[in-house]
């Protein structure tokens, strides 16, 4: 028989669809932090989009209700400068993306310019530039490694889907033949270097998350508890078409409180 897993002691929860939805925070989430605070458990906010450094999130979590100091909140911009700085430190990197990642790769210790670069960074933006995507192409061609952010192909807005980092890629990499290293989810070392910065251990970690596809499959993959909330982008008759399966099944974060 499997042990029972202890009662998750650390834990990393997607931010779109588990605490916010548009902007709104969401029912429950408000509780789940206090009670995370109130239990003095270690925890992360996690999110694939790029374009926004923690200060940043942290002041829109705000406006939406939500306390979370910017040291809780873990982006893939913040994990690709931990990727490359840990890969090549003091290395150089042309970059395609904005503030987030342009700050976590100089905090890092990185050069950016588009001389020789030891990298070609692609990060989110809504202002993908066709000279800069043509300089990307180049510089790969040339010999410079590519990597992005995350391999989301569209992000959402008002007025529906529009493309993303993963779709801007899929172009570069039609030019040159060149795929790129995906950093965040559904990779799961986006998982291990958050718990790195909270120091916690996989075996009393719990992921929260709203999609199969990244959140689940980078969680069962490190080796955490997965806890899948209906509140997002996946249906409950969609689970069973893939072949894996979270830890649990909830309905929304607000569920989520009891197990803390």
């Known amino acids: 028989m499997t042990a029972a897993r202890r009662s998750p002691e650390f834990w990393l929860t997607d931010m779109d669809g588990v605490l916010v939805h548009e902007g709104s925070a969401l029912p429950g989430a408000a509780e789940f932090l206090a009670r995370l605070i109130e239990r003095e458990r270690r925890y992360l906010v996690l999110t694939n989009n790029s374009m926004f450094t923690p200060r940043d999130l942290s002041a829109r979590l705000a406006h939406s209700g939500l306390q979370v100091p910017e040291a809780a909140i873990w982006?893939?911009?913040?994990?690709?400068?931990?990727?490359?700085?840990?890969q090549q430190p003091g290395g150089s990197a042309f970059v395609i993306g904005e503030v987030?990642?342009?700050?976590?790769?100089?905090?890092?210790?990185?050069?950016?310019t588009d001389v020789s670069p030891d990298y070609v960074v692609l990060g989110?933006?809504?202002?993908?530039s066709f000279d800069a995507i043509t300089r990307a192409i180049r510089l790969i061609e040339r010999g410079s490694r590519f990597v992005a952010t995350n391999p989301d192909p569209t992000g959402p807005s008002p007025e529906g889907p529009i493309p993303a980092t993963g779709a801007v890629a899929a172009m570069i990499t039609k030019a040159t033949g060149v795929?790129?290293?995906?950093?965040?989810?559904?990779?799961?070392?986006?998982?291990?270097?958050?718990m790195n910065r909270i120091e916690a251990h996989a075996e009393c970690?719990?992921?929260?998350?709203?999609?199969?596809?990244?959140?689940?499959?980078?969680?069962?993959?490190?080796?955490?508890?997965?806890?899948?909330?209906?509140?997002?982008?996946?249906?409950?008759?969609e689970v069973a078409r893939f072949p894996f399966k979270p830890s649990r099944i909830l309905d929304s974060i607000a569920d989520v409180v009891e197990l803390i």
């Open 205 to 237: 970690t719990a992921m929260i998350g709203d999609r199969m596809d990244t959140d689940v499959v980078a969680g069962v993959e490190a080796g955490l508890e997965t806890i899948l909330v209906l509140s997002g982008i996946t249906r409950a008759a």
């Open 179 to 194: 795929s790129p290293y995906f950093v965040g989810k559904p990779n799961p070392m986006m998982f291990r270097s958050a």
């Open 124 to 128: 989110e933006t809504r202002t993908y």
């Open 100 to 112: 987030g990642l342009t700050t976590a790769l100089y905090e890092a210790g990185y050069t950016l």
């Open 75 to 86: 982006t893939s911009a913040l994990a690709t400068a931990d990727f490359l700085s840990a």
